[in-house]
């Protein structure tokens, strides 16, 4: 059985090459790809980092549900963190064209859909930060180190092509999620 200091902290491995460091509420995460912040409930949640290991414990009591979804939700923003970090992240979608061809292109910072249900002008929309697209064939593929950055991209692109006016049922031509972001494979 469990007692109550062991449900008050978490402890998280980490990967050779990251570093964190909580630093007026805010967490920082550097590691070999790039460099991520994100507001940390400190006056919560004790923080503590070693070489191998980050260690996370509850500053308020650990008997309530809440608390302990607070404490396991924070050990899965450090995994993400660290995972990102060192293999990156990637988020899937595919381009569904019925009615009318479109083109989808990625420039420079910007993707551009053309002739999406045979407009005459392209719709874009601009990727986050530390993100990028490669469109391969019929599928986009964002990739970054931030998982939260890279949801953010593809929910953008999705979202651009979003249809108004017409019957959803009829016209399914979009840019759609096939694979939200998460860790990419190591090969």
């Known amino acids: 059985m469990s007692t109550d200091a062991d449900r008050s902290r978490e402890t998280v491995p980490i990967p050779k090459g990251i570093s964190f460091s909580v630093a007026h509420g805010r967490l920082t995460a550097k590691g070999p790809l790039g460099s991520v912040g994100r507001p940390f409930p400190a006056d919560v949640i004790g923080f503590e980092a070693t070489d191998a290991s980050v260690t996370l414990s509850l500053k308020i009591p650990s008997d309530r549900r809440r608390a302990q979804a607070l404490l396991k939700t924070w050990a899965a923003h450090v995994r993400n963190l660290a995972g990102g970090l060192t293999v990156g992240v990637e988020a899937r979608m595919k381009v ?83 694979e939200r972001a998460h860790l990419k494979e190591s090969s």
């Open 96 to 178: 569904v064209a019925a009615h009318f061809p479109m083109k989808v292109q990625v420039r420079g910072e910007e993707v551009v859909v053309e002739n999406f249900l045979g407009e005459k002008y392209p719709r874009s929309t601009r990727l986050r930060p530390g993100t990028k697209a490669t469109v391969e064939g019929e599928f986009v593929i964002v990739s970054g180190y931030d998982v939260e950055e890279v949801g953010q991209s593809a929910a953008n692109i999705e979202r651009v092509t979003h249809i108004r006016d017409y019957d959803p049922r009829v016209f399914q031509d979009g840019i759609f999620l096939v």
